[in-house]
């Protein structure tokens, strides 16, 4: 006699069941741990030896409105109020000094020195 199929689902295969195993299974592929696992890129990042602030700019380029904000503040004491670039290779940087008194900064665009 033929064995025959039950319209019921034998009980190792009851859904339920299976809930431990594809969630194990989601896991390792989650984790990388699968079996095609990716080769490791020949090209390894390490950390920068000078932090961005202290690396030497790139030749002819200028420097961005912030960075004019940050050296005015510096070179002043004060608060940045506004940072305006007035042609091609200087910012004017309003800067709120202590005692109230207001002060324009012109800041070199390529070097970002205090003109």
Not at 88 to 111: E, F, N, P
């Given at each position: ?64 409105s912030s960075e004019a ?33 207001l002060r324009i900064v ?10």
């Amino acid at each position: 006699m033929l064995p025959t199929m039950s319209s019921q689902p034998s009980a190792a295969c009851h859904p339920i069941h299976l809930v431990p195993a594809v969630t194990l299974l989601l896991m390792l592929v989650a984790l990388g741990c699968g079996t095609a696992q990716a080769q490791p890129s020949a090209r390894v990042l390490r950390p920068l030896a000078q932090p961005p602030s202290v690396l030497l700019p790139i030749q002819n380029a200028d420097i961005g409105s912030s960075e004019a904000a940050s050296a005015a503040a510096r070179a002043t004491g004060g608060r940045v109020l506004s940072v305006k670039r007035a042609g091609a290779d200087v910012y004017l940087v309003k800067v709120l000094l202590a005692g109230g008194k207001l002060r324009i900064v012109s800041i070199d665009a390529r070097s970002g020195q205090l003109r």
